[in-house]
């Protein structure tokens, strides 16, 4: 219950590092390098407590040996994601933006608990599981649906194929990371490698995307509040811990319970329009939906 409860309180922080990173987009004037400027604070942060837990950001020829190549690429799962959600935002509006990467993530979440994809483990999917997700899903519904900003029309089902598709190459994150992490022994040697492979990626998008017009130097310059450089600390403490906590409780419940800290949290600042968002209504249907979802998660802790 504490792993959960910590959990949750990742879960919690996502709306923050959101509004932080929406403040540095407006600062450096692009979604792609103000990911970029993120990565790399976070980067640099997971270096210093790397370098502060083991002293060295070196790997031994046996650990390197021993780990499947993919598991060094977890931050490229996390990009994929980001990049997804930047995306669809113009076409499917806010709601369906959060809506299918959760479903995405719940999704591919219980087939990794059930088939120990990733050499995590294997969690039987029996009725009980199922009847967990369907109210763990309706929840989500419930919440999200309420929402203002959605998106209606034709042809928009491949746009929604690819949220749902960045909810799910997100998933396979924590149980990447989680095993690198086992062999590293440190989640946040783990969580740095999982940065660093990101901010390499992305660099190459940005270098290739704005060319000799991105000027790095200038951007980490710019004039901007202080907490608007938050997104990239919390991210690597986002991924240190789903690197630790993944191992501990399984890759489902790991997902479902940090989305309900991301659904408590985003009511919260709608109810009182913090960090700059607009003030809006929570209704009955939302606290509802938000008690559904924290039912779901007590009968997967059951399972």
Not at 186 to 199: D, M
Request: hydrophobic share 55%; aromatic share 10%; with cysteine.
């Amino acid at each position: 219950m504490i792993f959960l409860l910590l959990i949750f309180m990742l879960g919690v922080l996502t709306p923050v590092q959101t509004a932080a990173n929406s403040r540095l987009r407006q600062s450096v004037g692009s979604p792609l390098v103000a990911s970029l400027v993120s990565f790399t604070v976070g980067t640099l942060y997971l270096t210093a407590a790397t370098l502060v837990q083991k002293g060295t950001l070196a790997v031994d020829a046996a650990s390197f040996a021993s780990l499947p190549w993919w598991a060094w690429f977890g931050g490229v799962c996390g990009l994929y994601g980001l990049t997804v959600n930047i995306v669809i935002f113009p076409k499917l509006g806010g709601v369906q933006t959060a809506l299918m990467p959760m479903l995405g993530q719940i999704g591919m979440g219980m087939l990794i608990d059930t088939f120990g994809w990733f050499r995590s483990v294997s969690y039987p999917f029996d009725l009980l599981r199922l009847t967990a997700v369907v109210m763990i899903l309706a929840g989500v519904c419930m919440v999200v649906l309420k929402k203002g900003g959605n998106a209606t029309g034709r042809g928009l089902l491949p746009w929604q194929l690819v949220g749902i598709s960045g909810g799910a190459v997100f998933a396979m994150q924590p149980p990447m990371n989680s095993l690198l992490s086992a062999e590293l022994m440190s989640s946040v040697h783990a969580a740095f490698f999982s940065f660093l492979s990101a901010t390499v990626v992305l660099l190459g998008i940005v270098v290739a995307r704005h060319g000799d017009r991105c000027r790095l130097p200038q951007v980490f310059s710019l004039d901007r509040p202080w907490w608007s450089w938050l997104g990239g600390l919390i991210g690597g403490t986002f991924v240190t811990g789903f690197a630790f906590f993944a191992a501990k409780v399984g890759v489902g419940l790991l997902l479902v319970t940090s989305i309900c800290g991301m659904l408590a949290c985003s009511l919260v600042i709608d109810k009182f329009g913090l960090l700059g968002a607009e003030r809006k209504r929570v209704g009955v249907m939302q606290y509802a939906g938000l008690l559904c979802v924290v039912a779901g998660i007590a009968l997967l802790r059951l399972n």
